[in-house]
């Protein structure tokens, strides 16, 4: 039952609101900005913004969420606009359901953004909500809503700051695509950590919102996940393969140390994704008990045992010591020591480590991002407006 001080509260939020919506129209009369603040101020765009981030807690405008896709994916230009009419709405707010839903709809331009041309991709988010406070609920109920606004911030500037920096590093042709690699595979970990931590908080968090954000991080979890498998497979493949790659050696380097450095990180990554499968495990059912309609049939996440990861660290440092032994023996016993290795690498790597169902490189990218994946719906990229209505999704 509403109680009249909810009642008031919902109708002063709705006031917000609808002030917010005569302040941009009226801003709209004023004359033209400079044209570098005009570039990044549009006032419809802020409307559209304003009434998908409404201060209702029980709801989500799916039609304006919808309509802020729609526009995002019509043209590339309009997302730097998009966000920064964001940041401006997200920056002025203590309400946890407005910068829950900014964060989510952040969260989709991103996304979208990855599939933009190089100029007109986003950079870091450009607002920091990083020492939010919800003053909007009751205050059994505020720190609880805070701290979940505060941990999907935090994955999403830190997911914005890789994207940028891989922006700027593919100009740099110098780097060892293997060791490049496992660095991506590396900061793909630490983003499955952070998605870890966006859950609720406190009691009585179980609303409509608060699944609805749920289930785009399911969504993202999936997509990481199957990155970070991936990238350990090609690790495993090209270091214990058949035909192992060579590393650059650094400068000053030698070339048993190159392998060496690239065994030991391999093997971190390793044990950190025995880590994190279990963890992943306790996060899905707790999802499963909440409702959060992504993770209801989500494929078991199979962990690695801890004998093949000590059988794995054998055979990765047994390289090692094959290139120091082929400064002191013949070329002809290195290379059988290496064919003998990389016929039972190839069975862990085969047996343990393709989780997900990945054809080849290409087609896992394209399958990625066509919004759906498998039976799991993605809510943020190319579901259609009938789908969305259906589903009850927010983002498309």
């Not at 900061?187 to 749920?214: N, S, V």
């Not at 990180?265 to 306790?282: P, W």
């Not at 064919?339 to 997900?356: C, I, L, N, Q």
Request: charged content about 25%.
């Amino acid at each position: 039952m509403t109680t009249a001080r909810q009642w008031w509260r919902r109708a002063a939020a709705a006031a917000k609101d609808r002030r917010s919506l005569y302040l941009t129209r009226v801003a709209a009369l004023r004359p033209a900005s400079p044209a570098a603040a005009a570039a990044l101020r549009n006032a419809e765009l802020e409307a559209v913004v304003i009434r998908a981030t409404s201060h209702d807690e029980r709801s989500v405008d799916y039609r304006s969420a919808a309509r802020v896709f729609a526009l995002a994916r019509a043209s590339p230009a309009v997302l730097q606009p998009l966000m920064w009419a964001l940041a401006r709405r997200a920056g002025r707010t203590r309400c946890w359901a407005v910068a829950l839903k900014a964060l989510m709809l952040a969260h989709g331009l991103l996304l979208r953004s990855d599939l933009a041309p190089r100029a007109a991709r986003l950079g870091r988010v450009p607002f920091d909500l990083a020492d939010f406070r919800d003053r909007s609920s009751s205050p059994t109920k505020t720190s609880g809503f805070s701290a979940f606004v505060r941990a999907y911030f935090h994955f999403l500037d830190t997911r914005s700051l890789f994207a940028a920096q891989d922006m700027d590093n593919n100009d740099d042709d110098d780097a060892d695509d293997e060791d490049a690699r496992l660095d991506g595979v590396s900061r793909l970990q630490h983003l499955l950590d952070l998605l870890m931590q966006i859950r609720p908080y406190g009691d009585g968090m179980e609303q409509g919102l608060i699944l609805e954000a749920m289930d785009c991080v399911v969504i993202e979890i999936f997509e990481v996940y199957s990155q970070i498998c991936t990238g350990i497979a090609r690790f495993l493949v090209g270091v214990l393969g058949s035909a192992p790659t060579t590393p650059r050696p650094r400068p000053g380097e030698t070339m048993a140390a190159a392998r060496r450095r690239r065994g030991l990180q391999g093997m971190r990554v390793l044990r950190k994704a025995s880590e994190q499968s279990a963890q992943l495990t306790s996060y899905f059912e707790l999802c499963r008990s909440l409702g959060v309609l992504n993770a209801a049939e989500f494929p078991a996440v199979e962990r690695v045992p801890d004998d093949d990861i000590r059988d794995l660290e054998k055979l990765i440092m047994s390289h090692v010591v094959e290139d120091r032994g082929k400064e002191k023996v013949s070329e002809e016993k290195a290379l059988v020591a290496v064919e003998d290795t990389g016929v039972a690498s190839r069975t862990v790597v085969t047996r343990e480590w393709v989780v997900f169902d990945d054809d080849d490189e290409d087609d896992g990218v394209a399958g990625a991002r066509q919004g759906h994946f498998g039976h799991y719906v993605n809510p943020f990229l190319g579901a259609p407006w009938e789908a969305v209505t259906g589903s009850g999704n927010l983002l498309v």
